[in-house]
T-cell receptor
Framework: ETGVTQTPRHLVMGMTNKKSLKCEQH?????MYWYKQSAKKPLELMFV???????ENNSVPSRFSPECPNSSHLFLHLHTLQPEDSALYLC??????????????FGPGTRLTVT | TQLLEQSPQFLSIQEGENLTVYCNSS?????LQWYRQEPGEGPVLLVT?????EVKKLKRLTFQFGDARKDSSLHITAAQPGDTGLYLC??????????????FGPGTRLSVLP
């Protein structure tokens, strides 16, 4: 596979469930990101990892827990979510911090519905 | 907080028409990216502009970065139904040493009718 892949593509979960979203990048990049995209809102950056270390956490509630075991994989663990957390969750990767390496490449997203 | 505004928010045109969408900010960006997102998919990178005043062409799409690197425009010539989608601009703030903290605009939703 090439590019950035995400699984599952669709997820429906109850408020008491625990689930995980998975992202894998095949681009040799060393930075990975989680974004939330809700209807009628701009993309919201949630977490940034560079070389497997978290470098950004944009005041995301603790019911979202990221994990980056290596530079190719990123997870988002979900527990006790709220209906307002229903959104498209996008993963992205980039080459990192060097000037001119800012392009982010996105996966297809996971459409999450919390019931 | 650095913000990017995009206009118009929605645009519906007939096939063959020309259009321009805008991305504006009061902040300076070290680079700016344009993405297109189709329903149910992630954004796909179209172009990156880095130099103030830069113009880049991608087939029927022309991208311009403002001289002050605060704004950008996307012009589409002879639009086709395949151009339909959400067009997002994203900027990398200059004071961001890592260049990883993008700011995204809310997008322009374009619909090209056959």
């Amino acid at each position: 596979e090439t590019g950035v892949t995400q699984t599952p593509r669709h997820l429906v979960m109850g408020m008491t469930n625990k689930k995980s979203l998975k992202c894998e990048q095949h681009l040799g990049h060393n930075a990975m990101y989680w974004y939330k995209q809700s209807a009628k809102k701009p993309l919201e950056l949630m977490f940034v990892y560079s070389l497997e270390e978290r470098v950004e956490n944009n005041s995301v509630p603790s019911r979202f827990s990221p994990e980056c075991p290596n530079s190719s994989h990123l997870f988002l663990h979900l527990h006790t979510l709220q209906p307002e957390d229903s959104a498209l969750y996008l993963c992205a990767s980039s080459q990192g911090s060097a000037p001119g390496s800012y392009e982010q490449y996105f996966g297809p997203g996971t459409r999450l519905t919390v019931t | 907080t650095q913000l990017l505004e995009q206009s118009p928010q929605f645009l519906s045109i007939q096939e063959g028409e020309n259009l321009t969408v805008y991305c504006n900010s009061s902040s300076v960006f070290s680079s700016l990216q344009w993405y297109r997102q189709e329903p149910g998919e992630g954004p796909v990178l179209l172009v990156t502009v880095v130099t103030g005043g830069e113009v880049k062409k991608l087939k029927r799409l022309t991208f311009q970065f403002g001289d002050a690197r605060k704004d950008s425009s996307l012009h589409i010539t002879a639009a086709q139904p395949g151009d339909t989608g959400l067009y997002l601009c994203a900027g990398a703030p200059t004071e961001d040493n890592y260049g990883q903290n993008f700011v995204f605009g809310p997008g322009t939703r374009l619909s090209v009718l056959p």
